[in-house]
């Protein structure tokens, strides 16, 4: 069955999609963005610069690297009550107390798991519990890969890409969820600019406002930047990130004054490397760092000091899309997107160590201390969902 869904996806990638709308079809249509049948694991010529299987993690390349003066040390977390479960392309949040809030996702490919029922994660008593949409309150949509950022007591979700029994059609609309209420409400932009529909885009605050970056639009894969001000309720075009190709799942931190974009799959996976004033509203590109292979989907969230810790990622793309999955890393690595340095990170893994994930996410919780959830492992015969929750402790 796999080899015909990847015959179909690639059959699909030249335009020679089977007529008919099957469930095979869809499958094929869903994975033409991102990410890409095109380059599956298997059709990259000798001799390319494919990625190594690294889904082994911590087996790096022989090179000289630079290790960094930074510690990690991760925490398997033994959590309480019902959580959201295993789930692929969540979004989380904190707004600055012990809590983490869980948004969306997936329970299997390209079933949206539900956006509206929040998961909150209390990071001081490891319990779960959900909240529901305020009775009578306006509500998202489902959706899969939308993206999510917090500005004070609340988190705003920007697009998606609607379930396969509705034609996986990408989103552009803005809704904010209260921590404090737990209402929805739908922003109505302001002037002339909203950004395209899209998925598997990335978004981040700072300075109270939002910064969105690519992601799957309607016509192909984005590079494109937009800051959403909440007090004006307006969208603004900010300059694209030069010389970078459109991409579904880069990493997009804000971290101190600037906007640090790493990584993402852009019909292969890359490791681009940028980052972005907010002051000068200018992209400065760094060099890709050597000690860490091309990778997307990776969780992130940014330290107090200004730098980035990124876990993990997809590092060779499924041939199945996004029936399979593809070759996964347990990396942790810290980004400097001031001076454009690459560390790795060693990590304490004594009490255990998440397995190699790509479509988790994270975020800071306090201090240095950061929370992972979920993700998606495996391989394209056997993918696997993950619902572990992980703290992991950076000291500089
Ligand atoms: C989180 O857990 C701590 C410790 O058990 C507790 O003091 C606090 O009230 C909890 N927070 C919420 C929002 O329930």
Redesign the pocket.
């Given at each position: 069955m796999a080899s015909l869904v990847a015959s179909l996806v690639a059959l699909e990638a030249v335009g020679l999609a089977p007529l008919g709308r099957t469930t095979w079809r869809a499958a094929a249509g869903a994975s033409k963005c991102f990410p890409s049948p095109v380059f599956g694991p298997g059709s990259y010529p000798p001799g390319s610069s494919h990625p190594p299987p690294l889904a082994v993690g911590l087996s790096l390349s022989s090179r000289t690297e630079t290790r960094s003066m930074a510690k990690g040390k991760w925490v398997n977390w033994v959590v309480k009550g019902e959580g959201p479960g295993p789930r692929s392309s969540i979004g989380v949040s904190s707004t600055g107390?012990?809590?983490v809030f869980v948004l969306g996702g997936e329970t299997e490919a390209r079933v949206p798991a539900g956006i509206a029922q929040v998961f909150r994660f209390?990071v001081?008593?490891l319990?779960w519990s959900m909240i529901s949409p305020q009775e009578g309150s306006p509500k998202p949509s489902n959706r899969n890969a939308h993206a999510q950022a917090a500005l004070g007591d609340e988190i705003y979700v920007f697009g998606g890409r609607q379930g396969v029994e509705v034609g996986e059609s990408a989103l552009n609309d803005l809704w904010v969820w209260s921590t404090k209420t737990g209402a929805w409400r739908e922003v109505e932009p302001q002037g002339d600019h909203v950004p395209e529909p899209r998925s598997y885009h990335a978004m981040t605050s700072a300075g109270g406002r939002l910064f969105l970056f690519g992601g799957c639009g309607q016509e192909g894969r984005l590079a494109d930047f937009h800051s959403f001000d909440p007090l004006t309720s307006r969208w603004e075009q900010l300059p694209s990130p030069p010389g970078i190709a459109g991409r579904g799942g880069a990493t997009l931190e804000a971290a101190g004054d600037l906007i640090c974009l790493f990584s993402g799959f852009e019909g292969k996976e890359s490791r681009d490397y940028l980052s972005y004033s907010i002051a000068d509203r200018e992209w400065v590109v760094h060099d890709k760092p050597e000690i860490v292979s091309e990778r997307s989907v990776c969780a992130s969230f940014a330290l107090p000091s200004g730098k980035v810790v990124v876990f993990g990622g997809e590092v060779s793309p499924s041939e199945r899309g996004h029936d399979g999955a593809g070759g996964f890393s347990k990396e942790v690595f810290l980004l400097d997107p001031a001076s454009g340095s690459c560390e790795r990170i060693e990590v304490d893994a004594a009490g255990g160590c998440p397995e190699p994930r790509g479509w988790g996410s994270g975020c800071r919780v306090s201090g240095n201390v950061g929370a992972f959830f979920g993700g998606l492992t495996g391989s394209d015969s056997d993918p696997r969902r993950l619902g572990d929750a992980w703290g992991l402790e950076i000291s500089e």
């Open positions: 107390g012990s809590d209390n001081s008593s319990e």
